[in-house]
C-alpha cells in the first residue's frame, strides 16, 4: 500500500511498501518517529484516509471498493477509535458521551449498557459528571469506554497514554489489554513508547514512510 499527496512543489510520498495482516483478537504496535506516517496509516485503514495504490481488507470488506456511506458504515458495525486527544463531546455528560454511539446505532437499552461499561473502566461515580471536570486519566477512561461499548472487532487508538502521566497510562494500557482479552476485540496502538509495543503480539516499524 502507498500514499502520496501532490501540491505544486511536487510530490510527496507518505507510505510506500506497507503490507500486513492481522488475525481476529491480535495485538499490533504501529512505531515510529514522529511524522514517519503512522496516523496517516491509522487512517487509512479505518477508511478515514485513502491510499494512492493498494487496498485494505477490514472484516470481509475491501474498503477502497465501497462508497463514503458504506465506509462509514463498516467503522461503524466493526471499528472503535481511542484518540490521544480524548475527542469528548464537551457538552455530554460522561454517560452521553458512552451513549452517544449506542444511540446512533439504534440499541436498545442504551442507558445501563453504557452505565456498565463506565463502571468497567472505573467511572461508575462520574456519569452526570461533564469533559471539563474530569482529569485527562478520567477523560481517557470515558473514551475508553465509548469505543469498547460497541463491543468492536478493532480498536485503532492512537497514542492513547501520551498525554497522561505515567500511572495514569498504565491503568488505561492495562484496561485496553483487558478488554481486548475479554472482547476478543483486535488491537492496534500507534506509540512512541517502546513499553506499549512490548505488550502487543506484533510490531510494525515505519521509517520514513516505509516499514522495516
Known amino acids: 500500500m502507498f500514499k502520496s499527496v501532490t501540491d505544486s512543489t511536487g510530490t510527496l510520498t507518505i507510505l510506500r511498501d ?13 512505531v515510529g518517529a514522529s511524522g514517519s506516517g503512522k496516523s496517516t496509516l491509522l487512517s487509512i485503514m479505518a477508511g478515514l484516509d485513502t491510499p494512492s ?17 458504506d465506509r462509514a458504515q463498516v467503522r461503524a458495525q ?30 436498545q437499552h442504551i442507558v445501563p449498557t453504557a452505565s456498565t461499561m463506565l463502571e468497567r473502566v472505573g467511572l461508575g461515580q462520574r456519569l452526570q459528571h ?8 478520567e477523560q481517557q477512561r470515558v473514551a475508553l469506554a465509548r ?3 460497541m463491543c468492536p472487532q478493532i480498536l485503532l487508538a492512537d497514542e ?3 498525554s497522561l502521566d505515567h500511572a495514569t497510562g498504565e491503568t488505561i494500557l492495562n484496561l485496553m489489554f483487558e478488554l481486548n482479552q475479554e472482547q476478543g476485540t483486535t488491537l492496534v496502538l500507534v506509540t512512541h ?6 505488550r502487543c503480539q506484533k510490531r510494525l516499524v ?4 516505509q516499514q522495516r
Open 78 to 107: 466493526h471499528i472503535g477509535f481511542v484518540f490521544q486527544s480524548f475527542q469528548l463531546m464537551a457538552n455530554l455528560t460522561a454517560l452521553e458521551n458512552v451513549m452517544l454511539p449506542l444511540e446512533l446505532a439504534g440499541r
Open 147 to 149: 469505543a469498547f461499548v
Open 193 to 198: 513508547d517502546a513499553r506499549v509495543a512490548d
Open 18 to 30: 506497507i503490507n500486513f495482516t492481522l488475525s481476529q483478537g491480535e495485538t499490533l504496535a504501529i
Open 53 to 69: 495504490q493498494g487496498s485494505v481488507r477490514l472484516a470481509g470488506h475491501d474498503l477502497f471498493s465501497l462508497s463514503e456511506d
Open 130 to 137: 461533564y469533559p471539563k471536570v474530569l482529569s485527562g486519566g
Open 160 to 162: 492513547p497514554t501520551g
Open 206 to 209: 515505519i521509517e520514513a514512510g
